[in-house]
T-cell receptor, first 111, second 113 residues
């Protein structure tokens, strides 16, 4: 079983739609959680951290369910510029706290 | 935020040769990492580059194949040795900032013929 699993998609949605991505992680000792965004042929960039209480940044809402080892990302009123691959990322506890990446979910927002 | 540059941005190499990739950060950082992203896949950590000591390699990666240098807190190199077509990939340098955010360089796109 992969450490971080995501639905690979692709998700093709019209502009203005709401879309949700899910992610599960296998290690209950995972400590920190993130969503990264990777545009085609570019490096990953941090979109947002994910907190137990849930957090919102404009049109983006991230939620964490530690009991179910489940993370989600909700994008409201999607824009053409939201088209990218969204990577679910977790870290374990410890001094190194290396990032473990999911395989990514590809989103295309259509005009 | 940290600004990371990598050289070269891309290269096409013959099998059996070696390529050294450079990573330069615009500020001193404690943690530097090297990742690989194979075509159509997500990122896999190769190693943590430690300043003043040997790099810490992840399972499946060895120093003889991927020697790493970290002479100071702003610079690191990754060498891909004795290359084969299976090494064709994007190699990314990454750093963790003082705010615990992790940033990635633009990547080096390697094609081995």
């Amino acid at each position: 079983r992969k450490e971080v699993e995501q639905d690979p998609g692709p998700f093709n949605v019209p502009e203005g739609a709401t879309v949700a991505f899910n992610c599960t992680y296998s290690n209950s000792a995972s400590q920190s959680f993130f969503w990264y965004r990777q545009d085609c042929r570019k490096e990953p960039k941090l979109l947002m951290s994910v907190y137990s209480s849930g957090n919102e940044d404009g049109r983006f809402t991230a939620q964490l369910n530690r009991a179910s080892q489940y993370i989600s990302l909700l994008i409201r009123d999607s824009k053409l510029s939201d088209s990218a691959t969204y990577l679910c990322v977790v870290t374990l506890s410890g001094s190194a706290r290396q990032l473990t990446f999911g395989s990514g979910t590809q989103l295309t927002v259509l005009p | 935020s940290a600004v990371i540059s990598q050289k070269p941005s891309r290269d096409i190499c013959q099998r059996g040769t070696s390529l050294t990739i450079q990573c330069q950060v615009d500020s001193q950082v404690t943690m530097m990492f090297w990742y690989r992203q194979q075509p159509g896949q997500s990122l896999t950590l190769i190693a943590t580059a430690n300043q003043g000591s040997e790099a810490t390699y992840e399972s499946g990666f060895v120093i003889d194949k991927f020697p790493i240098s970290r002479p100071n807190l702003t610079f690191s190199t990754l060498t891909v040795s004795n290359m084969s077509p299976e090494d064709s990939s994007i190699y990314l340098c990454s750093v963790r900032s003082s705010t615990d955010t992790q940033y990635f360089g633009p990547g080096t796109r390697l094609t081995v013929l």
